[in-house]
């Protein structure tokens, strides 16, 4: 069975403090894929990042970067020098058979970004 | 560039009330299409995807239906709606020819509230 599990239903940072977003996945498949997406107030979600099981090296992107560890079945997500317009719900996804309709997603954290 | 428009974004029905949801993408042919909803405090939950006109495929028992009338409308219904039917509902499409390390982009939501 696919889960996805994001233990931390709210963080607050104050504004430049460094925050990470935690995610742990469960799947059978062999080669999966996981993801994250941003969802601002505005309601919409936003695709942040794509990450498929045989490629473990870390991404960094801007102040976003990414941390993959198969041995944990972790998905970690962290922003640096965090800014107010971080400030929104974050969901880990896995997706492991037919593509983008077994998007499992998890419940989200909501970061709260204090100026 | 890919656009999909969602409508409307905030709705207030009565128990009991139908239901129409309307979704289109611009700029794909042949999207693959989907409805999530999510409830609060709780992560996206896939109710419908379609891979092609008047081709639905359920993910869930539940009061709602899905059409596809063109290829690129996606519209959610019910007969009757629940309280239990309240929440925010996206829509969201994908290339059509995607694996599992396709990405799903997803519009700016419905926000349900069943009175």
């Known amino acids: 069975a696919q889960k996805v599990t994001q233990a931390q239903t709210e963080i607050s940072v104050v504004e430049k403090e460094d925050v990470t977003l935690d995610c742990v996945y469960e799947?059978?498949?062999?080669?999966?894929?996981l993801f994250w997406y941003k969802q601002p107030p505005s309601g919409e979600l936003v695709f942040l990042i794509r990450r498929n099981s045989f490629d473990e090296q870390n991404e960094i992107s801007g102040r976003y970067s990414w941390n993959f560890q198969k041995s944990t079945s972790s998905f970690n997500f962290t922003i640096t020098a965090s800014q107010v317009v971080d400030s929104a719900v974050y969901f880990c996804a896995l997706s492991g058979r037919t593509g983008a309709n077994n998007l499992f997603f998890g419940t989200g954290t909501r970061l709260t970004v204090i100026p | 560039s890919q656009t999909i428009h969602q409508w409307p974004a905030t709705l207030v029905q009565p128990v009991g009330s139908p239901l129409s949801l309307e979704c289109t993408v611009e700029g794909t042919s042949n999207p693959n299409l989907y409805w999530y909803r999510q409830a609060a405090g709780r992560g996206l939950q896939l109710l419908f995807y379609?891979?092609?006109?008047?081709?639905i495929s359920s993910e869930v028992p539940q009061n709602l239906s899905a059409s596809r009338p063109q290829d690129r409308q996606f519209i959610l219904s019910s007969k009757k709606l629940l309280l239990s039917d309240s929440g925010f509902y996206l829509c969201?499409?994908?290339?059509?020819?995607?694996?599992?390390?396709?990405?799903?982009?997803f519009g700016q939501g419905t926000r349900l509230t069943v009175v």
């Open positions: 379609s891979v092609g006109i008047g081709q």
């Open positions: 969201a499409w994908s290339v059509h020819w995607g694996g599992p390390n396709t990405e799903a982009f």
């Open positions: 799947t059978r498949d062999t080669t999966y894929y």
